[in-house]
Protein backbone atom coordinates (compact mmCIF):
# COMPACT_ATOMS: atom_id res chain seq x y z
CA UNK A 1 0.00 0.00 0.00
CA UNK A 2 1.22 3.50 -0.98
CA UNK A 3 0.05 6.59 0.36
CA UNK A 4 0.58 10.28 1.51
CA UNK A 5 -1.06 12.15 4.47
CA UNK A 6 -0.57 15.86 4.72
CA UNK A 7 0.07 15.71 8.15
CA UNK A 8 2.37 12.81 8.04
CA UNK A 9 3.96 11.56 5.20
CA UNK A 10 3.47 7.81 5.03
CA UNK A 11 6.27 5.46 4.37
CA UNK A 12 7.10 4.46 1.05
CA UNK A 13 6.62 0.33 0.62
CA UNK A 14 5.94 -1.27 -2.95
CA UNK A 15 4.12 -4.16 -1.51
CA UNK A 16 4.21 -6.76 -4.28
CA UNK A 17 8.09 -6.48 -3.73
CA UNK A 18 7.67 -7.33 -0.10
CA UNK A 19 5.19 -9.70 -1.14
CA UNK A 20 7.72 -11.52 -3.26
CA UNK A 21 10.03 -12.98 -0.68
CA UNK A 22 10.31 -16.34 0.30
CA UNK A 23 8.81 -15.51 3.56
CA UNK A 24 5.58 -16.54 4.08
CA UNK A 25 4.30 -13.35 6.00
CA UNK A 26 5.15 -9.91 5.37
CA UNK A 27 3.76 -6.14 6.21
CA UNK A 28 3.79 -2.70 6.01
CA UNK A 29 2.19 0.04 8.11
CA UNK A 30 0.46 2.69 6.66
CA UNK A 31 -1.64 6.08 6.99
CA UNK A 32 -4.11 7.51 4.09
CA UNK A 33 -5.90 10.51 4.58
CA UNK A 34 -9.88 11.21 4.12
CA UNK A 35 -11.09 10.58 0.08
CA UNK A 36 -7.95 8.85 -1.19
CA UNK A 37 -8.55 5.95 -3.42
CA UNK A 38 -6.25 3.31 -4.29
CA UNK A 39 -6.57 2.56 -7.81
CA UNK A 40 -7.27 -1.27 -8.89
CA UNK A 41 -4.63 -3.60 -8.54
CA UNK A 42 -4.16 -7.02 -7.31
CA UNK A 43 -1.41 -8.88 -5.16
CA UNK A 44 -0.20 -12.75 -6.42
CA UNK A 45 0.01 -13.47 -2.31
CA UNK A 46 -2.80 -13.26 0.26
CA UNK A 47 -3.28 -9.95 1.81
CA UNK A 48 -4.42 -8.57 5.50
CA UNK A 49 -5.30 -5.48 5.95
CA UNK A 50 -6.49 -4.23 9.46
CA UNK A 51 -8.02 -0.89 10.09
CA UNK A 52 -6.36 0.32 13.80
CA UNK A 53 -7.81 3.58 12.66
CA UNK A 54 -10.54 5.04 10.72
CA UNK A 55 -12.82 3.42 7.78
CA UNK A 56 -12.08 1.27 4.97
CA UNK A 57 -14.10 0.32 1.66
CA UNK A 58 -12.85 -2.25 -0.54
CA UNK A 59 -14.62 -3.00 -3.64
CA UNK A 60 -14.20 -5.82 -5.81
CA UNK A 61 -15.83 -7.03 -8.62
CA UNK A 62 -17.66 -9.61 -6.27
CA UNK A 63 -18.69 -7.44 -3.71
CA UNK A 64 -17.82 -4.73 -1.59
CA UNK A 65 -16.36 -5.21 2.41
CA UNK A 66 -16.35 -2.26 4.96
CA UNK A 67 -14.01 -2.62 6.96
CA UNK A 68 -14.36 -0.20 10.71
CA UNK A 69 -12.01 0.34 13.24
CA UNK A 70 -10.48 -3.10 14.93
CA UNK A 71 -11.49 -5.04 11.98
CA UNK A 72 -9.51 -6.27 9.14
CA UNK A 73 -10.14 -7.40 5.26
CA UNK A 74 -8.94 -10.93 3.80
CA UNK A 75 -8.52 -11.15 -0.09
CA UNK A 76 -7.07 -14.27 -1.24
CA UNK A 77 -4.18 -14.30 -3.63
CA UNK A 78 -5.04 -12.52 -7.08
CA UNK A 79 -8.25 -10.81 -6.13
CA UNK A 80 -8.32 -7.16 -8.37
CA UNK A 81 -9.34 -4.71 -5.79
CA UNK A 82 -9.52 -1.20 -5.10
CA UNK A 83 -9.27 0.24 -1.71
CA UNK A 84 -11.77 3.70 -1.20
CA UNK A 85 -10.63 5.74 2.29
CA UNK A 86 -13.99 7.70 4.08
CA UNK A 87 -12.90 8.46 6.65
CA UNK A 88 -8.64 8.95 7.38
CA UNK A 89 -7.36 5.15 8.13
CA UNK A 90 -4.42 3.74 9.79
CA UNK A 91 -3.56 0.57 8.01
CA UNK A 92 -2.01 -2.33 8.56
CA UNK A 93 -0.81 -4.88 5.68
CA UNK A 94 0.33 -8.05 5.78
CA UNK A 95 0.82 -10.28 2.77
CA UNK A 96 1.02 -14.20 3.03
CA UNK A 97 2.50 -16.60 0.63
CA UNK A 98 0.15 -17.97 -1.71
CA UNK A 99 1.61 -21.58 -1.21
CA UNK A 100 0.46 -21.32 2.43
CA UNK A 101 -3.09 -19.90 1.74
CA UNK A 102 -4.78 -23.03 1.28
CA UNK A 103 -5.87 -23.40 4.66
CA UNK A 104 -6.48 -19.44 5.67
CA UNK A 105 -10.58 -18.48 4.76
CA UNK A 106 -11.56 -20.08 1.12
CA UNK A 107 -13.93 -16.42 0.52
CA UNK A 108 -12.79 -12.72 1.34
CA UNK A 109 -14.28 -11.52 4.27
CA UNK A 110 -13.98 -8.90 7.02
CA UNK A 111 -12.76 -10.63 10.53
CA UNK A 112 -12.83 -9.69 14.21
CA UNK A 113 -9.42 -8.91 15.30
CA UNK A 114 -8.76 -9.60 18.81
CA UNK A 115 -6.37 -8.06 21.08
CA UNK A 116 -3.58 -11.00 20.50
CA UNK A 117 -4.49 -10.82 16.56
CA UNK A 118 -3.87 -7.21 16.47
CA UNK A 119 -0.85 -7.23 18.52
CA UNK A 120 0.62 -9.97 16.22
CA UNK A 121 -0.10 -7.79 13.21
CA UNK A 122 1.32 -4.57 14.51
CA UNK A 123 4.38 -6.48 15.62
CA UNK A 124 4.87 -7.57 12.01
CA UNK A 125 4.24 -4.01 10.36
CA UNK A 126 6.86 -3.14 12.03
CA UNK A 127 9.70 -5.50 11.23
CA UNK A 128 12.77 -4.33 9.17
CA UNK A 129 12.43 -6.94 6.04
CA UNK A 130 15.64 -5.58 4.86
CA UNK A 131 17.80 -7.89 7.14
CA UNK A 132 17.97 -10.81 7.97
CA UNK A 133 14.40 -12.25 10.03
CA UNK A 134 14.76 -12.98 13.10
CA UNK A 135 13.41 -16.23 14.94
CA UNK A 136 10.35 -14.27 16.83
CA UNK A 137 9.34 -12.91 13.64
CA UNK A 138 9.16 -16.32 12.30
CA UNK A 139 6.92 -16.90 15.53
CA UNK A 140 4.85 -14.38 15.05
CA UNK A 141 4.46 -15.26 11.36
CA UNK A 142 3.07 -19.02 12.49
CA UNK A 143 0.87 -17.27 15.04
CA UNK A 144 -0.81 -14.88 12.41
CA UNK A 145 -1.23 -18.28 10.19
CA UNK A 146 -2.79 -19.99 13.42
CA UNK A 147 -5.10 -16.99 14.52
CA UNK A 148 -6.23 -16.19 10.38
CA UNK A 149 -7.48 -20.45 10.29
CA UNK A 150 -10.23 -20.18 12.35
CA UNK A 151 -11.68 -16.26 11.83
CA UNK A 152 -14.85 -15.28 12.91
CA UNK A 153 -16.40 -13.88 9.67
CA UNK A 154 -18.69 -10.14 10.55
CA UNK A 155 -21.59 -8.72 8.44
CA UNK A 156 -19.28 -5.99 6.68
CA UNK A 157 -20.07 -7.52 3.20
CA UNK A 158 -22.00 -6.48 0.07
CA UNK A 159 -22.23 -8.58 -2.87
CA UNK A 160 -22.16 -6.60 -6.26
CA UNK A 161 -24.15 -7.99 -8.88
CA UNK A 162 -22.76 -8.97 -12.41
CA UNK A 163 -25.92 -8.02 -14.20
CA UNK A 164 -25.61 -5.08 -16.48
CA UNK A 165 -28.72 -3.32 -15.64
CA UNK A 166 -29.15 -4.33 -11.91
CA UNK A 167 -25.39 -3.25 -11.48
CA UNK A 168 -26.55 0.27 -12.73
CA UNK A 169 -29.46 0.34 -10.27
CA UNK A 170 -27.03 -0.34 -7.31
CA UNK A 171 -24.47 2.68 -8.61
CA UNK A 172 -27.07 4.99 -8.45
CA UNK A 173 -27.78 3.38 -5.01
CA UNK A 174 -24.03 3.56 -4.31
CA UNK A 175 -24.18 7.28 -5.27
CA UNK A 176 -27.11 8.00 -2.78
CA UNK A 177 -28.27 5.46 0.20
CA UNK A 178 -31.36 7.34 0.72
CA UNK A 179 -32.91 6.93 -2.81
CA UNK A 180 -36.33 6.45 -2.39
CA UNK A 181 -37.39 4.47 -5.23
CA UNK A 182 -39.05 1.71 -4.61
CA UNK A 183 -38.27 -1.63 -6.45
CA UNK A 184 -41.18 -1.51 -8.85
CA UNK A 185 -39.95 2.05 -9.37
CA UNK A 186 -36.25 0.53 -10.75
CA UNK A 187 -38.26 -2.24 -12.40
CA UNK A 188 -40.43 0.86 -14.52
CA UNK A 189 -37.02 2.43 -15.13
CA UNK A 190 -35.67 -0.68 -16.42
CA UNK A 191 -38.87 -1.14 -18.46
CA UNK A 192 -39.32 -4.86 -16.57
CA UNK A 193 -41.94 -6.16 -14.46
CA UNK A 194 -41.43 -6.10 -10.91
CA UNK A 195 -41.60 -9.51 -10.39
CA UNK A 196 -38.64 -9.60 -12.81
CA UNK A 197 -36.51 -7.46 -11.02
CA UNK A 198 -36.71 -9.04 -7.93
CA UNK A 199 -35.91 -12.50 -9.64
CA UNK A 200 -32.74 -10.75 -11.34
CA UNK A 201 -31.51 -9.05 -8.35
CA UNK A 202 -31.51 -12.12 -5.75
CA UNK A 203 -29.67 -14.04 -8.56
CA UNK A 204 -27.39 -11.47 -9.09
CA UNK A 205 -26.38 -10.85 -5.37
CA UNK A 206 -28.06 -13.51 -3.43
CA UNK A 207 -29.68 -10.96 -1.53
CA UNK A 208 -33.36 -9.32 -1.81
CA UNK A 209 -33.76 -5.81 -2.92
CA UNK A 210 -34.84 -4.36 0.02
CA UNK A 211 -32.35 -6.62 2.58
CA UNK A 212 -29.30 -5.50 -0.13
CA UNK A 213 -30.39 -1.80 -0.02
CA UNK A 214 -30.52 -1.64 3.88
CA UNK A 215 -27.34 -3.50 4.03
CA UNK A 216 -25.92 -0.20 1.78
CA UNK A 217 -27.43 1.98 4.18
CA UNK A 218 -26.24 0.73 7.01
CA UNK A 219 -22.77 0.50 6.18
CA UNK A 220 -22.69 3.38 4.27
CA UNK A 221 -24.13 5.00 7.61
CA UNK A 222 -20.87 3.93 9.43
CA UNK A 223 -18.37 7.18 7.83
CA UNK A 224 -20.90 9.39 9.46
CA UNK A 225 -21.32 8.12 12.79
CA UNK A 226 -17.71 7.93 12.90
CA UNK A 227 -17.16 11.54 11.85
CA UNK A 228 -19.78 13.03 14.22
CA UNK A 229 -23.16 13.12 13.57
CA UNK A 230 -25.81 12.89 15.45
CA UNK A 231 -27.49 9.84 15.19
CA UNK A 232 -30.48 10.57 13.93
CA UNK A 233 -29.39 12.96 11.68
CA UNK A 234 -27.68 9.66 10.27
CA UNK A 235 -31.05 7.77 10.07
CA UNK A 236 -32.41 10.35 8.53
CA UNK A 237 -29.47 10.70 5.68
CA UNK A 238 -29.53 7.18 5.18
CA UNK A 239 -33.04 7.18 4.24
CA UNK A 240 -34.65 5.34 7.86
CA UNK A 241 -38.10 7.54 9.23
CA UNK A 242 -36.38 7.49 12.87
CA UNK A 243 -34.02 7.06 15.23
CA UNK A 244 -35.25 3.81 16.65
CA UNK A 245 -36.41 2.24 13.00
CA UNK A 246 -32.41 2.74 12.00
CA UNK A 247 -31.03 1.87 15.79
CA UNK A 248 -33.18 -1.53 15.59
CA UNK A 249 -31.99 -2.30 11.82
CA UNK A 250 -28.75 -1.12 12.80
CA UNK A 251 -28.17 -3.39 16.00
CA UNK A 252 -29.72 -6.51 14.26
CA UNK A 253 -26.92 -6.02 11.16
CA UNK A 254 -23.59 -5.38 13.60
CA UNK A 255 -25.22 -6.86 16.49
CA UNK A 256 -24.32 -3.52 18.19
CA UNK A 257 -26.11 -0.29 18.44
CA UNK A 258 -24.88 3.22 17.05
CA UNK A 259 -24.28 4.61 20.01
CA UNK A 260 -22.25 1.49 21.05
CA UNK A 261 -20.61 1.33 18.36
CA UNK A 262 -19.98 5.24 18.21
CA UNK A 263 -17.66 4.91 21.94
CA UNK A 264 -16.28 1.78 20.87
CA UNK A 265 -14.49 4.12 18.23
CA UNK A 266 -13.68 7.25 20.62
CA UNK A 267 -12.22 4.50 22.76
CA UNK A 268 -9.98 3.33 20.20
CA UNK A 269 -9.27 6.91 18.88
CA UNK A 270 -8.64 7.07 23.19
CA UNK A 271 -5.83 4.05 23.35
CA UNK A 272 -4.19 5.43 20.42
CA UNK A 273 -3.80 9.00 21.70
CA UNK A 274 -2.65 7.32 24.71
CA UNK A 275 0.16 5.30 23.00
Same mark, same amino acid.
Given at each position: ?????? $???????? !? $???????? !????????? @???????????????????????????????????????????????????????????????????????? !?????????????????????????????????????????????????? @????????????????????? $? !???????? $???????????????????????????????????????????????????????????????????????????????????????????
Amino acid at each position: MRASSP $DQPAKSCE !P $DAMAASDL !PVTGVAMHY @PQGHVVPIHQHQHGHLIYASQGLLRVEAETGQWLVPPTSAVWLRPEVTHRLVIPVALQAHGLFVHKDICANL !PATDCVVQVSGLLREIITQLTCVNYAVPISRRTHLLGELLLEELSTPSAL @PFHLPWPQDAPIQNVCYKLMG $D !PSHPSTAG $DWASMLAIGEKTFHRRFVKSTGMTFGKWRQQLRLMSSLAQLMQGAPITQVALNSGYDSHSAYATAFKKQFRQSPSEFIQRYRNTNAVKLQT
